[in-house]
């Protein structure tokens, strides 16, 4: 029979509550009382069991010894303590553990005469009676038990059951491990023979008395009882399993030592023979109660090889120690007491053991074969493979995007790392400058040179502490060409397409004509801190003539028209056709044409953050509503010319720009409220139309919002978690694609929580979806006939930074400030205070106190309040009726307050 495990197993082990739990060997001590020969000689007890558990050395002589005299056990027995009260105190489930398919062990251990055999046959009886009960009880089972009775003397095995006494042999089966061949075996296959069982009993118990000659008590004598069972309602058939297992009761021989019993001659031998078995035994005990490290000896012996399992292996195990309570034997008394502190502090570790019939294992193994072969034979319909590819295709799609989310992370990641050396390289760079002290005010840079160049950013002089021997620190390329370069003016960025450029101290500009001609933008040159930033000069179109002349001018010249001559360094405010300008430049500068194709290859993306020009690959778009001209606000500055159509013009080709610099009166290009709200609307009708169709050819006031109303009216259960829901996807989409500061807080102060924001909302969360998604798959998004990427979005965004920046010089008070780095843990004697705050808004996505505070500052900032205090009724955004009283379940915190 092969050993598996199966589910009888669990149910098993569920059963004893075990499942290869580790258990310490259960001690016990038994006292027994002074035999009348001992009581003759007048001897005394000086052993007392103190309580259940502690037997007490009571001499007071040999107190003074310094050997112990308290010894503590599982349980210690007094010598008025009957056999039955030993076996019932943990021997007995112990014992009867056999039946439920656990080894187990019960030894004695003692010197002569201290009661070993005594404790045992009790033990045997109450066992076996027990056991029989147990039998009786379960008939629903069927029980097969095997005896063998064994002696081991003089390192012989000899079988105690058979007739002829004959000497057993021990081999060493490798999968049966250590078993005595020609065993005598009464085999009792049901109840029906437990009348045998009896028999056999007798039997043994005449054998316990046999042992009391002079022999026996030198020799060591092993009781087996093998117990199979098996599940009656699966008897015969192919999936039973049976349960076997042995239960050894053990009467060692008695632990004296030799010089006491043994003299020469025979009993010399016999003496080596029996201390060889004990010492081995004893040793192996002592090594097993220091962990199992190492070798254990259990070959050294018969005995220990025999049980070797119920030492430390598959077992329970139980030890009682008897002990005789006269003086005369205290030093064996000890001995014995050592033996079982040892002893105690070995662990086994028993489990179930579940044997197949062979029949059953090559039927089941046949069975399992066969099943393979068929798999093997007939693949099974191709549909499975289908769905399975299918389904691993979906697996594969999905760790694609994530591996794409992830490298847009590590993007977005490494373009902030870039963002923070390159302030850390303007620090270093400001302070090498310090002819440029005076270009800021209290010590935070920045705002004069900015003011100065208070032409919109896309044209707008660097900051000083960006630019190093003429070179922008964040150029790497410029870098490079560190030192060879000087001559050539970076020109990085100038806005075109229409543009509308202000006249700003320190620039100077001059146009022959709107559309026409030669613009030339004069930058103040400063020893080598001029710098030109050209945005949107990538477009192909765009053909720079002359370059940047060594006075710092530099030339535009749209194809097919003239250069103008006539001011070379004077510009009125010109609009450049973008249809027709080209790049060029001098042959000095040719090294830099490559940096400078570069850089406005990069300012082109940059042009717009995502906020702008959704129109353009807007799924939702209806058919037959082609791409149109309609744009949503630009809320980053110099990102889209402003275009001017004050009129919010709702008309067809929507196109509802405002002059956003002329509104505000800023000289920062920062979108009017009313711009915003016009570009919601037109987002708004595009996704109206795109979901109600025939509806899409009405102006916006015809079937936005009344259609709006019918929509948002269905009651959306839980408005305020949808809402709250909602509000932070968009936060979280709005960081994903690193959208306009402004546009968040224009968003964020409009929509508080009105059942009716729910139409801008949803529209605002498509629209950002579906950039979210263009980006993560690795596309550029076009918008508004521009390529929109994830960098480009980022230097939009950082270019709207740099203007806020500005802005907190320009429009709040020294006091304001001060109070804002306080709020935000930026030292007041830090530089860079102005970014580092800036740095700071909209940075969680979390935190909604951070985002409340941030739209406050932002607001305050692009004084959204002197707009109007915007309510969305002003703007025509809110669908309610006048009579439905409105909700907010917005952001809990004053923003005023939290500003100041
Ligand atoms: N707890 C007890 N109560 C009463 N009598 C006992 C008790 N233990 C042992 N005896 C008696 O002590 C005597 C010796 O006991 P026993 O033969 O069991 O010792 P043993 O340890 O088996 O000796 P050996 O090693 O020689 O076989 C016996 O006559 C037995 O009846």
Redesign the pocket.
């Known amino acids: 029979m092969g050993a598996i495990g199966g589910e009888e197993l669990i149910k098993w082990e569920k059963m004893q509550g075990r499942n290869g739990d580790e258990e310490k060997i259960l001690v016990l001590v038994?006292l027994?009382?002074l035999?009348e020969k001992e009581t003759a000689r007048s001897e005394v007890s000086d052993w007392e069991c103190i309580n259940d558990s502690t037997i007490l050395y009571r001499n007071s002589l040999q107190e003074r010894s310094g050997l112990p005299t308290a010894y503590t056990f599982d349980r210690v027995f007094r010598?008025d303590c009957a056999?039955r009260e030993v076996y019932e105190e943990g021997i007995k489930d112990i014992a009867l553990s056999v039946v439920t398919g656990i080894n187990s062990t019960i030894f004695a251990y003692?010197?002569?005469?201290?009661?070993?055999?005594?404790?045992m046959n009790g033990i045997t009886e109450y066992s076996v009676a027990d056991i029989y009960d147990y039998i009786q009880r379960h008939e629903e089972r069927a029980y097969v038990l095997k005896f063998s009775a064994i002696e081991i003397y003089n390192e012989v095995v000899r079988d105690l059951l058979s007739s002829e006494n004959a000497s057993l042999r021990i081999l060493d089966d490798p999968e049966r491990g250590t078993i005595i061949e020609k065993l005598t075996e009464e085999t009792l296959r049901d109840k029906n023979h437990l009348k045998e069982l009896l028999s056999i009993c007798d039997a043994l118990r005449q054998v316990g008395e046999t042992?009391?000659n002079e022999t026996?008590?030198r020799s060591h004598q092993i009781l087996r009882l093998t117990i199979e069972s098996s599940a009656r309602e699966f008897l015969g058939k192919d999936n039973s399993t049976t349960l076997a297992a042995s239960v050894n009761f053990v009467?060692l021989?008695?632990s004296e030592r030799a010089s006491q019993s043994l003299s020469v001659g025979q009993r010399l031998k016999e003496g080596c023979h029996i201390n060889r078995s004990l010492l081995t035994l004893g040793t192996v005990i002592r090594k097993l109660s220091k962990g199992r490290q190492g070798h254990i000896n259990y070959r050294d012996s018969k005995l220990t090889r025999i049980l070797q399992h119920s030492l430390g292996g598959n077992a329970r195990t139980a030890i009682i120690c008897?002990l005789s309570p006269a003086r005369s034997h205290v030093e064996q008394s000890r001995n014995t007491l050592l033996f079982a502190s040892c002893a105690k502090e070995v662990t086994t570790n028993a489990h179930v053991n579940v044997v197949m019939s062979d029949k059953a294992l090559v039927k089941q193994l046949q069975k399992e074969l066969a099943r393979l072969e068929s798999e093997l034979r007939n693949p099974g319909p191709p549909g499975d493979y289908t769905a399975l590819l299918r389904k691993k295709d979906l697996h594969i799609e999905k760790l694609e995007k994530e591996v794409k989310e992830l490298k847009k992370q590590r993007d977005l990641a490494e373009s902030r790392v870039e963002d923070l050396l390159k302030v850390v390289a303007n620090e270093q760079a400001s302070d090498k400058k310090n002819k440029h002290s005076n270009w800021e005010k209290e010590n935070d840079h920045g705002d004069e040179f900015s003011e100065s160049c208070s032409f919109n950013e896309d044209a707008s002089c660097i900051h000083p502490s960006e630019v190093n021997n003429g070179h922008s620190l964040s150029d790497p390329v410029s870098q490079t060409n560190e030192g060879s370069e000087d001559m050539c003016k970076e020109v990085r960025c100038i806005e075109t397409d229409k543009c509308s450029m202000e006249e700003s101290p320190g620039f100077s500009s001059s146009s022959n004509h709107e559309n026409e001609g030669t613009s030339r933008l004069t930058v103040p040159h400063n020893g080598d801190v001029a710098r030109l930033v050209l945005s949107s000069a990538s477009r192909p179109d765009i053909n720079v003539q002359n370059g940047i002349t060594t006075n710092g001018v530099l030339e535009l010249q749209p194809r097919n028209s003239y250069p103008d001559e006539s001011s070379p360094s004077s510009l009125s405010s010109a609009t450049l056709s973008s249809t027709s300008l080209k790049f060029s430049r001098s042959r000095s500068c040719k090294a830099n044409l490559m940096t400078v194709s570069s850089d406005c290859e990069m300012e082109e993306q940059s042009e717009t953050t995502p906020l702008n020009g959704f129109e353009r690959e807007y799924p939702g778009r209806p058919i037959g509503v082609k791409r149109k001209h309609w744009k949503l606000p630009s809320t980053t500055f110099g990102a889209d010319p402003i275009r001017v159509s004050r009129n919010n013009s709702q008309s067809s080709n929507g196109s509802t720009w405002v002059d956003d610099a002329k509104l505000l009166n800023t000289g920062e290009e920062i979108p009017s409220v009313d711009s915003f709200v016009a570009g919601l609307k037109e987002m708004a009708k595009l996704h109206q139309g795109q979901d109600t169709g025939p509806k899409a050819g009405k102006s916006v006031k015809d079937i936005g919002l009344d259609a709006m109303l019918d929509d948002s009216q269905g009651a959306i259960p839980d408005w305020p978690s949808e809402f709250e829901r909602m509000q932070k996807l968009l936060i979280e989409l709005w960081h994903s694609c690193n959208i306009s500061l402004i546009h968040r807080t224009y968003f964020f102060m409009l929509f508080k929580g009105d059942p009716m924001d729910s139409i801008y909302m949803e529209v605002e969360i498509r629209r950002l979806s579906y950039l979210k998604e263009t980006f993560a798959k690795g596309n550029p998004a076009v918008q508004n006939g521009q390529t929109l990427t994830v960098a480009s979005s980022l230097k939009g965004l950082r270019r709207e930074r740099a203007m806020l920046c500005r802005l907190i010089y320009k429009r709040l008070a020294a006091d304001e400030r001060n109070t804002l780095y306080q709020n935000w843990g930026i030292s007041l004697n830090s530089k860079k205070r102005r970014m580092q705050l800036v740095h700071h808004l909209w940075s969680s996505t979390t935190d909604m106190n951070n985002v409340a505070v941030s739209a406050a500052i932002v607001a305050k900032l692009i004084r959204f309040s002197e707009q109007g205090e915007a309510s969305k009724e002003m703007f025509g955004l809110s669908f309610s009726h006048p009579c439905t009283s409105r909700r907010s379940f917005g952001w809990k915190n004053s923003m005023v307050s939290l500003i100041s």
């Open positions: 038994r027994r009382p035999s010598g056999t003692g010197q002569t005469s201290s009661g070993k055999t005594y404790t042992s009391l026996s008590s009467d021989a008695g008897t």
